[in-house]
């Protein structure tokens, strides 16, 4: 269970829609107050359907917004104000229809209106008939809502109140409680805010013809999953990546390329930066004089490629210079012997840390959710348990942000 001292002193703006599931916020708003957090309610027009406006304002001990268009709210309290006086939105229970109004950016109640218009963290609790879940219209809204940073709690299996079983439940208030608090113990901690962070990701794509090109099977993945790492810690973070299937990660600045070139101009450009983690797969060499003309089948055989290479962004950005990144972190994907080759390469481009990876076959490592490491510095290397993407990217962040403290306690 999450410290819910943290909780004390904090403000949440609560939007309870139309579900059944509204009786539980009831019990939320009350779990809340106790750990004193101030609670403040907008109610949907269905929301007040399953809980009376009255029910909530006793709980909270303040007016219940409904209505976009009262004259004494929009005098008294602005949807602005709402939502600038609060530290989160949390929407509970979060509807199908509430989270595809947030989804499209809709602003027809006060609801949609204040969710549009915030700039505060959102935090939902879904709750629906386990179909309405699963239909791929809500989990599209889902995927975009979390894609634009929106957080969640549940849904989680059980019956419902239509009598089906499967995910649809909203998460007991204890739980809406817990994921409360550790959005607050996660804000707290930020132990990179003012650092500015680059990082590489996803494959490049060489063309040999304006329709054909050069390209490999990086995913994306490990580098998508760091760059939201660095974020969360507070760095601001610029992802440069080549084409993948990913959204862009939450709380980042993303720049899409397609060429090895281009990633290093749109590093170059990036600088300066204090950290540089160059997980992307870059394709060493590129169609020399790849044209603007299709290549055709002319009955000559099969055309003879001649490859150049490419520029070697991670060696680039890690040359000596007043603008060299602080800490420049490559990545070593190797198919045996991975620490020799790793530490050679360490030394050969000049950065600061390898992230070294097996990516023999079988392993599952490239385009695979999971990646087993070993992290080489300059005083000795590390090896970390096969653990997913997203969680050798928290530790990855985690050494990064322990390595400015340090630095900065050092001087
Ligand atoms: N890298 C880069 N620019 C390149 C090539 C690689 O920034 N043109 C970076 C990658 O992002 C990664 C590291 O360098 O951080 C990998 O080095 P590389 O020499 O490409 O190693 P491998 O891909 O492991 O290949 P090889 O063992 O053949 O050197």
């Known amino acids: 269970m999450a410290d819910h001292a943290i909780l004390a002193g904090k403000r949440v703006l609560l939007v309870i829609a139309g579900g059944i599931a509204a009786y539980k916020s009831l019990e939320l708003i009350r779990r809340l107050r106790e750990r004193g957090v101030t609670v403040r309610a907008v109610l949907t027009e269905a929301g007040a359907r399953f809980v009376t406006p009255l029910s909530v304002q006793a709980l909270t001990e303040d007016t219940v917004y409904r209505d976009l268009w009262s004259l004494t709210d929009e005098s008294e309290m602005g949807h602005i104000r709402l939502s600038r006086e609060a530290d989160l939105l949390v929407v509970a229970p979060a509807t199908a229809n ?12 006060l609801a949609a209106t204040v969710l549009l218009a915030t700039d505060k963290p959102v935090l939902v609790a879904p709750a629906m008939n386990v179909r309405m879940w699963q239909h791929a219209a809500t989990q599209a809204n889902m995927t975009l809502l979390e894609s634009r940073g929106v957080l969640r709690v549940g849904p989680n299996d059980g019956v419902m109140a239509c009598n089906e079983f499967g995910p649809g439940r909203m998460a007991e208030p204890m739980e809406i409680v817990d994921a409360i608090a550790g959005f607050f113990a996660e804000a707290a901690h930020r132990p990179l ?23 490999n099977r990086s995913s994306g993945r490990q580098g998508h999953a760091i760059a939201a790492a660095l974020a969360k810690l507070g760095a601001a973070v610029t992802l440069v990546s080549g084409p993948t299937r990913l959204p862009d990660p939450a709380g980042c600045r993303v720049t899409h390329i397609e ?37 055709k089948k002319d009955g000559g055989g099969p055309p003879a490629l001649a490859l150049t290479e490419n520029p070697d962004i991670l060696a680039t950005l890690s040359r000596p210079g007043e603008r060299r990144p602080a800490l420049v972190v490559g990545f070593a994907a190797e198919t045996g012997d991975v620490l020799a080759y790793a530490t050679a390469k360490r030394a050969r ?15 599952g490592t490239f385009g695979g959710s999971d990646n087993t490491v070993h992290l080489i510095r300059a005083d000795g290397m590390e090896s970390w348990p096969t653990m997913a993407k997203d969680a050798v990217a928290a530790r990855l962040a985690e050494a990064v942000a322990e390595h400015f403290t340090k630095d900065f306690k050092a001087k």
Do not use: F, Q
């Not at 990082?199 to 390209?215: F, K, L, N, Q």
């Not at 950290?275 to 603007?292: E, Q």
């Open 98 to 109: 509430l989270l595809a109004r947030m989804a499209a950016g809709m602003a027809d109640d």
């Open 193 to 215: 805010a003012g650092r500015r962070a680059i990082v590489t990701s996803g494959p490049t794509h060489e063309p040999i013809d304006p329709v054909r090109y050069i390209a």
């Open 259 to 295: 060429t090895a070139r281009e990633m290093l101009a749109a590093c170059e450009a990036a600088l300066p930066a204090d950290i540089a983690v160059c997980a992307a797969a870059v394709a060493d060499w590129r169609v020399d004089g790849a044209g603007d003309r299709k290549l």
């Open 349 to 363: 481009k000049g950065c600061d840390w390898i992230v070294a990876n097996d990516v023999s076959p079988g392993t």
